[in-house]
């Protein structure tokens, strides 16, 4: 059996960071792309040191901000490795927002980032395994498998979908859209 396997908590990251003005868009909230940069600085951090390796982005899921953030609030993000393949790692990502003025925690969002080691040459390499010691790590080590598969079947499906989708003038499906088709 290979021995190269890693406790969850050995690569664990906290980081936090003040909402300044300038982060601000028009509307006087955070944008989001300030913190989608956040998360994937953290993402980075905790795959790179579970792997002892540089890492890439390879996909982001379930980026769906519940709550605006705004300017004042102390943002602190948890990221912790949730499930490892040969090269590639899941890091979940829970994102809350913090205002000392008015007393409140909000949790604003939690997406899984993949992440992939690569070696000197630029190509995938391994990473070690995961040793999972709460049930909670087990439940999310399945859970991540389950939403492999499910990304699986949806890009069939959606392949599927493109392929029979005819643009006719008189589609059905668009008759209760807010669209006009001019072709
Ligand atoms: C992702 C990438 C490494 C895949 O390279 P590849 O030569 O096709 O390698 P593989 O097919 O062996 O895939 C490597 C791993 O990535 C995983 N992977 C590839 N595409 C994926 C996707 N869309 N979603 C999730 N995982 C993916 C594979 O499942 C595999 O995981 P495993 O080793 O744990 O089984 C390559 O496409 C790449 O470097 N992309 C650019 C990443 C980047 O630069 N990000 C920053 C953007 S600015």
């Given amino acids: ?31 989001g792309g300030i913190i989608l940069s956040l998360m994937d600085k953290v993402a980075y951090a905790c795959a790179s040191k579970h792997a002892s390796n540089y890492c890439v982005t390879v996909s982001v899921e379930n980026v769906e901000f519940i709550d605006p953030i705004e300017v004042g609030e102390m943002v602190t993000l948890y990221a912790s490795v949730n499930y490892v393949g040969t090269s ?48 909670e790590e087990v439940k999310r080590f399945l859970e991540a498998i389950k939403r492999k598969e499910l990304r699986t079947s949806y890009k069939k499906a959606m392949q599927d979908v493109r392929i029979s989708l005819l643009v006719e003038p008189e589609d059905k499906m668009l008759e209760n859209e807010r669209c006009i088709l001019r072709l």
């Fill in 1 to 31: 059996m290979e021995d190269n396997f890693k406790e969850v908590s050995y690569s664990a990251t906290t980081v936090s960071e003040l909402m300044i003005p300038a982060y601000a868009n028009f509307g006087g909230k955070i944008h």
């Fill in 88 to 135: 590639s790692m899941v890091v979940r990502i829970k994102v809350i927002a913090e205002n000392f003025l008015i007393g409140t925690v909000k949790h604003t969002n939690t997406s899984y980032f993949t992440m992939v080691a690569k070696d000197a040459n630029g190509k995938p390499t391994k990473v070690p395994g995961l040793i999972l010691e709460t049930k």
